[in-house]
C-alpha cells in the first residue's frame, strides 16, 4: 500500500504553521536550522520507507535519543525503574522543582533529569552510552554516516549550566553511579547525533515491531516494547503530552531540534520534522503534520 | 468467542492483592464496603456481555462518573477545553496547588476541580447534570433501577470541605456558570450513582464503539471518541496514569469506591470493582485483575 | 517634643508616590476610594496624638483589623499556636498553596487564612468576634462612632470566593471549631472596620507600652506585646516583610485599604494611609511616609 | 556593666536541650562535633567581650560568614539587590524550587543560593572573597590565627553536589559572573573559616555601633548598618526567622556548625554555640540560651 498521496498532503498541512513557530536558539548550532524547512518520513514494519519534503535531510535529533536509551537500557535487562519514575511530570521538561519534592527520582525518562539518570546507567552497562546509541541507530537505518555532530555537543556542554544542575542535584541525592562530568558528556553525545526523518523511522521501527529488530533479532520482549509505547504516550512529548494524544493519538518522542518520532504499534513509525517549535517545545509542522496524516489514514491507538 | 475463563483466572489474580488495599473511609458510607469484594465485567462491541465474581453487585461510581459528565458535554458540541485542559496533572486529584498556578483552569477533566467545571457545563447545558447521566446509564445499561445513593451523596456533601474550596476557587477566577451549591449537589449527585460492573461495561461501550450508542445513535464522532480516549489514557487514572498505561495499557477512569473502567477500541469494555485502594487511589485488585486481563489476551491499544 | 515638622514632611514625601499605586478594586466599595488621599498621625506612648494631611478621615481598616483579631485572642491566655504559624509565607497573602503542603495550618496570622483561624477562634471565646474587635478599637481610640462599614462587609462577603475556598479548605483539614458561614461573617465584619489614623495609631499603643491599654490596665504581658511585634515585623507586611523591615524598620501592619500601622516600641506608633497600592498589597504612600519619617527621625528598632 | 551571672545562667539553660539537637554529618568533618560542647560570648559596643562555657573554642562558622560576606559587598557601595531579593524564602535554605520560580534570583543573601551570589560578587570586587573575609574575621577579633579550615572545606566541595547544582543553576539564568568553580571554591573557604564565640562576637560588632569597625573607622552607613540587621532579623536563621524574632527579639545568623551570632543595636553582640541542631537546622542550645539571656535582661528590638 502507497501512502505518497498522505504523506505529501500531510506535509502541505504542515507547511502554513511553520511561521507561528520558533527556531530553539539556546545554543548557537541549533539556532542556524532553517525554519522553512520541513520532512516526514513513514517506514512500514515489513522495512519500506517513505517520504515528502526534507525526508533525508539530517537534524540533530536531541530528546528524540532518550527513546534509544531506554531502550537499549531496558534490553539489558536492567531495572532502572527504582532510579526514574514513568508518570507524566505536569512540569517543563527542564524543572528542578519536582526533583527536590520527589528527593531525586525523576519523574520519566524522558525529561532531563530522568534521561540523565538513564545515560547514567546506560554509561555503566556499556562502557560507552554516546556510542551504544549511535551503533544502534546506524544498524537500524542501514547509514553508516550517521553520527553525532561534535560541534553541536560542545554548544550544549558550554550553554549547559542547566544541565550541569540537574545531574549535581540527582547526585546529592545519590542517584547517579558515574562522575558529572562523564555523564553530561554522554548525554550531550546522543543528543547530538544527527539524522534524517528516514533514519530515525527505521530506527524506531522496533516498537512498532513488538521489539524485534531490522535484522529480526530481538531487542526488547513484546511486553517492554508495548510499554515503552505506553510511557512514550504519557511522558513523550514534554508538557504536552495530553493535547499530542488527544490530536495525534499515538505514542510519541519529541524533540528541540524539531522532529517527532511516533510509532503505529504493528504498522510501522513515522517521523516528522521541521526546527519551529510551540511554546511547550514541540515542532508545530510536526504535530500539525502528524495530525493530518493520522486524521487522514484513520491510525491512532484509540 | 468466550473470554470466561480469562476472567476468572483474571479475578483470581486480583484475589491475593486485595488485602495490600486500604478502603476509602473519607465518608462513613465508602469505609462499610467489604474489602473482600471483587467484580470484573467484558462487555464486547456486540452488546454481548460476561463476568467473574461480583460483577452484578452495586458499587459507589465516584470518579468514574466524570468520564460520562465528559462525553455528555462533549456530545451537544460544546467547546468545553477553553475552561479545562488535558493534561496530566502531576499532582494529586484533589489539589488546589496547580489550579492556583494555572489561575482557575483546571488540569484535566478527570481531576476534581476540572470535573466540577464539566459538572457546571453539562448543568447549564441541561438543567440537571445529575438526572442527564443518570438517564444515559440506565439507557445504556438497560438497568431502570440504577440510582443515585443519596445517603452517599448526602454524605459526600457533609465532608466535602475540600470539594467546596474547589468550587469557591474556581469561582473565584470566574470559571463557574452556576453557583456553587448547586454545582456540587450535582456533582454528588452523580459522584454517588450506584451501578455494577456489568451496567458500567455496558454504559461504556460508546468509546469502543467509536461513539455509537446501545441504540445505534451516534452519541460523539469518531473523533471524539478516540479523543476521549486519549484523555483517559493520559489522565484517568489520577496521579499514576503512567503506571497505569505501562501495566494495563488500556483508556480507563478509576473511581474511590473501587471501579476501574477500561476501553479497547473497537473490541469492548472492561469493568473491575474491588473497594481496597493503594496509595494513589486506584483499586488493587482492579488494576491486577486487568493486568492480568490483558496480558492473557494480549490486549493493548500499544 | 513636637513632631509636626516631620509629619509635615514624611507627608510631602509621600505625595509623588501616589500615581504610581493602584487603589484596590477587587469590590466596588474600596474601588471609589480617592488615590490621592493621604494622611499620617503618630500617637506617644503619653497617649498624645498628632496628624498631617487626611489623618481624621476614616477609611477601610482591612486587614490592619488581624492585628487586633491576634492581640485580643492572645490576651485571653489562649493558645492559638498550634493552630497557625509564625513563620514568613513567602507566598502571597491569599495563597491557598502552602496551607495544602503545611496541612491547614496557616504559616501565620496575617495572612488571610491564618487571621481565617483567629476569628474562628476569638469567635468561640467571645461569641461575637466581629463586635469584641470593634468596641475594643472604640474604647483605645475614643472614638465611640468607630463602627464595621456594612456596604463594605456586604461586598466582601458577595465577592469573597476565595476567601469562602481559605475557610472550607481550612475546615477540610479539621483546623476550624465554627460554621464556615459564621467565621466568615465575623472575618469581614472585622475587616470592614471604617476606622482613621488618628484612631489606629491610637488603638494600637498597648503594642508600644509593652502590652498596657489605654486606661492603663494590661491586655498582654510585656513579653506577648514583644512577640506580636516580632510577628508584625517578619509577616505584617504581605510578602514584601523583608523590603519593608529593611526601609523603614519598625513592626508594621498594612490593610489593602491603604493603611499602615506601625509600632516604635517604648515611643509611641504611626498610622499613614493613601489608597493606592504597590503591587505587594501596600500603600505606596504609605511605606514612603513612614520610610521618610523614620530616616529623618533615626526611629528603628534596628 | 557585668553579665558574667546572666550568661552562666544562659549557658546553663541550654544544656539540658542538647540532648534534643542532632549535630551536622552531611559531611564527616562536621559530624565529629562534640554534641555536648557549649558556649557562649557578649561583646559590648566597647569592645569589652565575656563569656560562659566553651566560648573560646573554635568551630566551624559555616553560613555565620554570610553575614560577613553581605557586609563586605556592601561596604564597597556595590548595588547588590538587583542580583539578590532580600524577603524571607519560606521554604528550606538549600532548596532549588524558589530558584526557578524567580527566574535565578534568590530570595536573600541568607539562604545558599543568595550568599553563592554575593560571593561572586565580592569575587569580583576583591579578587579573593575567602580572604577578604578571613582578614577581616582577624582584624576585628584581633585574633591573627583565625583560619580557614581547609579539611572542612575539602569536605564542603567533595559532598558538594548540592551546592554545584545551585551555582550552576544560577549561572543557567545569568546571574553569575564567575566560573563557577571559583566561586565554589570561595563560598567553601569563608563557610570552613573557624572561629570562637569570642572571635565572632568582636567580629560582629559592627553592626551593633551602627556600621563602625573596631579600629573607629567606619564599614557601613548607619542606614546600611540597620538594613543589614532588617534582613538578618527576616531571614537570617533560615526557616525558622519568624520564631527565631518570637522567641529571642534579635538580629542573628545562624550556621550548621552550631553557632549564633545576634546583634543587640547600640549595646553589643551575642554568640552562642553547641553542634546539636534542631530541624530548621539552627543550634538548639543556642536559641536557648539567647532567648535566656534575653528574657533575663530585657533585650530586644521589640
Chains 1, 2, 3, 4 share one sequence.
Request: proline residues 4%; glycine residues 10%; aromatic residues 8%.
Amino acid at each position: 500500500m502507497d501512502f505518497s498521496l498522505e504523506l505529501e498532503l500531510a506535509v502541505e498541512a504542515a507547511r502554513p504553521m511553520l511561521a507561528t513557530g520558533r527556531v530553539a536558539d539556546y545554543i548557537p548550532a541549533l539556532g542556524a536550522a532553517d525554519p522553512n524547512a520541513f520532512g516526514l518520513a513513514l517506514a512500514t514494519v515489513d522495512g519500506e520507507v517513505y517520504g515528502a519534503g526534507d525526508w533525508q535531510t539530517p537534524f540533530s535529533i536531541q530528546s528524540i535519543s532518550k527513546l534509544f536509551a531506554l531502550a537499549l537500557t531496558l534490553a539489558t535487562g536492567d531495572a532502572i525503574w527504582h532510579r526514574v519514575g514513568r508518570e507524566p511530570s505536569g512540569t517543563p521538561f527542564n524543572s528542578l522543582v519536582q526533583l527536590e519534592s520527589e528527593h531525586g527520582i525523576p519523574r520519566n525518562p524522558f525529561i532531563n533529569a530522568g534521561a540523565i539518570v538513564v545515560t547514567d546507567r546506560l554509561l555503566s552497562l556499556t562502557g560507552n552510552a554516546g556510542a551504544a546509541i549511535r551503533e544502534f541507530l546506524r544498524d537500524e537505518s542501514g547509514n553508516p554516516h550517521l553520527d553525532t555532530d561534535h560541534l553541536v555537543a560542545a554548544s550544549e556542554a558550554e550553554h549547559g549550566h542547566r544541565n550541569a544542575a540537574l545531574t549535581h542535584f540527582i547526585a546529592s541525592y545519590g542517584n547517579l553511579e558515574n562522575p558529572v562530568e562523564s555523564v553530561l558528556q554522554h548525554y550531550y553525545e546522543h543528543c547530538a547525533i544527527a539524522a534524517s526523518c528516514r533514519d530515525l523511522a527505521l530506527a524506531g521501527l522496533f516498537l512498532a515491531r513488538h521489539g524485534v529488530r531490522a535484522d529480526g533479532s530481538r531487542l526488547l520482549s513484546a511486553s517492554d516494547a508495548k510499554r515503552v509505547n505506553a510511557v512514550l504516550l504519557t511522558c513523550g512529548t514534554y508538557d504536552a503530552a495530553g493535547d499530542f494524544a488527544y490530536r495525534v493519538g499515538l505514542p510519541g518522542k519529541s524533540g528541540v531540534g524539531g522532529g517527532i518520532l511516533a510509532v503505529v504499534p504493528g504498522r510501522g513509525t513515522l517521523c516528522a520534522w521541521g526546527p519551529a517549535l510551540d511554546r511547550a517545545g514541540n515542532s508545530v509542522g510536526s504535530v500539525a503534520a502528524l495530525e493530518a496524516f493520522t486524521t487522514a489514514t484513520g491510525w491512532s491507538v484509540f
